[in-house]
């Protein structure tokens, strides 16, 4: 395991009424923090731990996978569920579903995501760009959500000539939401190249009333102290960092001076043990034992990343249809090897390489949202896919 960074004494992060002893967040991501995932992640630390991606229509709409999705186990609390949207009066009544059906804690609001067919509709990283738009649905999500805390995830723009975070940033503070966080990357950057820390600093001068959450290139504990040291911000975002690897929050609560048990010596007996425990809970999730562990598979080689687990064993993990052929695999594992090091460590999941952002025809001529095709923005609601 890499050293311990010293433990740094930090105030609790306060988003509303909701106290995180660890101020540490769980990024939401598709297909991945499910409320499996989000459970393990409790199980080794401490944080907010947020779901995937829900789309607002399919919410109000009541479809079927994401009523799935928004679906706490009772061990979750606060249960914290971020919603993405590009209509105002949607997204509106997809804030009342949730609250006056009592199913969270929290929500946040995504205005960060990258991702070509939610950018080209409008939403997501592109959609700040459009102010009032923008003003629009938070004002509107903060209404509806009533003492439920609202907060903004985003990134700094669209590219490096259409920035939009320090605007955004005030709008979304002046419209009562009880936290910001910035993806400190533009939308065009995708996942590739480096982290803009410096622009987390920058939200941070420039919202002073509600707490700054800082997220980008957070992949080991002595990340998190360090961007919250160089920044200013009041807490960390961990999205791809903890990709097989969901002890990090364990990491980074001990790192905050926050009890999170004792230090693990992530062994590869201790990495099976944690995959076969994410195989069970999403058997557990899914109802269905065939599709949690065809689920498992895309982690197989994350949580397998530097350790001394061939190319053959690994591909039978990715293909393993039970639980029962899942637990024969690993014991052919030699469990007593050692923490590989830094094989293990950094970077992992998808990075890419910059692209030009997917956008509705003419979106970069002006920022008011006049001259927008209404039915175009509307498609982005019709989205049933759950996140």
């Known amino acids: 395991m890499p050293s311990s960074p010293s433990a740094t004494s930090v105030v609790p992060l306060r988003i509303g009424p909701i106290t995180v002893d660890a101020p540490v967040v769980l990024a939401p991501m598709a297909g991945i923090t499910n409320t499996a995932f989000r459970r393990l992640c409790r199980e080794y630390g401490a944080g907010l731990y947020v779901s ?20 706490h186990h ?9 919603l993405y949207g590009v209509d105002p009066a949607t997204v509106e009544a997809a804030v009342r579903v949730l609250v006056e ?56 723009g669209i590219d490096d000539d259409h920035l939009t975070y320090l605007e955004a940033g005030r709008i979304a ?17 995708f996942y590739s190249g480096e982290a803009d820390w410096e622009a ?22 002595e990340d998190a102290t360090r961007m919250m040291a160089e920044t200013g911000c009041d807490g960390v975002v961990v999205g791809r960092g903890c990709l097989g690897r969901p002890w990090l929050f364990g990491e980074l609560a001990r790192a905050f001076d926050v009890d999170a048990g004792p230090i693990v010596d992530a062994n590869l007996g201790f ?7 994410h195989a069970e809970l999403l058997v557990d999730f899914f109802e269905d034992e065939g599709r949690g562990c065809r689920d498992i598979r895309k982690h197989v ?78 498609d982005a609601e019709l989205d049933h896919s759950g996140g």
């Open 74 to 82: 009772e061990s979750e609390t606060p249960r914290s569920i971020q």
């Open 173 to 189: 503070e002046d419209a009562g939401v009880s936290a910001v966080a910035l993806h400190a990357r533009t939308a065009a950057q």
């Open 301 to 378: 080689a994350w949580y397998f990343k530097g350790y001394p687990v061939g190319g053959d064993l690994r591909a039978r993990l990715a293909t393993a249809s039970s639980i029962a052929e899942i637990d024969e695999l690993l014991a052919e594992l030699d469990l007593e090897a050692p923490y590989p090091g830094t094989a293990a460590e950094g970077q992992r999941g998808r990075a890419g390489s910059p692209k030009r952002p997917a956008l509705p025809d003419r979106w970069l001529d002006s920022q008011d949202i006049d001259g927008v095709d209404s039915c175009a923005l509307a």
């Open 101 to 156: 059906e009592d199913r969270a804690d929290h929500i946040d609001m995504n205005f960060g995501c990258p991702v070509p067919k939610v950018t080209r509709k409008g939403g997501g990283a592109a959609l700040p760009w459009k102010l009032g738009l923008f003003r629009d649905i938070v004002t509107r999500a903060v209404a509806a959500a009533g003492p439920i805390p609202v907060t903004v995830k985003m990134r700094k």
């Open 52 to 71: 995937e991606m829900i789309t607002s229509r399919a919410l109000v709409e009541r479809n079927e996978t994401t009523m799935r999705l928004i679906t």
């Open 271 to 277: 990495v099976a043990r944690a995959f076969r425990r």
């Open 200 to 221: 987390i600093a920058r939200l941070k001068e420039h919202v002073s009333s509600i707490p700054v959450l800082g997220n980008g290139d957070i992949w080991a504990a």
